[in-house]
């Protein structure tokens, strides 16, 4: 069992930059590949980012590319997303999230459903 918990959302204008975080305990996570999700007010959840076990490969979502990146600090258990340039469009609640399996790359990276474990959640708001 692995329990994540997110940090770093807040209020920021267009343009400026947060730093998320998402620190693992229970057990290690630098086997897993990671994932970032979103959710905004009256939509679904979608997903943002991931970064694969080796930290070798990541994915995006369209709308971030070029202004969020997926990292890791396999020594202190902890996956990060750095975003830039934010867009009013990104204020949601942001979610990290954590694939069972060792050394596996999921087959669908984007998919919920791929990833059992799941933080709370951190809110992010941007304002125009």
């Known amino acids: 069992q692995v329990q994540l918990v997110e940090s770093g959302g807040g209020l920021v204008q267009a343009g400026g930059s947060l730093r998320l975080s998402c620190a693992a305990s229970g057990r290690t996570i630098n086997r897993n590949t990671m994932g970032w999700f979103r959710q905004a007010p009256g939509k679904e959840r979608e997903f943002v980012a991931a970064l694969n076990w080796s930290g070798g490969s990541t994915w995006y979502e369209d709308s971030v590319k070029g202004r969020f990146t997926i990292s890791r600090d396999n020594a202190k258990n902890t996956v990060y997303l750095q975003m830039n340039s934010l867009k009013p469009e990104d204020t949601a609640v942001y979610y990290c999230?954590?694939?069972?399996?060792?050394?596996?790359?999921?087959?669908?990276?984007?998919?919920?459903?791929?990833?059992?474990?799941w933080g709370q959640g951190t809110q992010v708001t941007v304002s125009s």
């Open positions: 999230a954590a694939n069972l399996w060792d050394f596996d790359t999921p087959r669908n990276i984007r998919n919920m459903n791929e990833y059992p474990y």
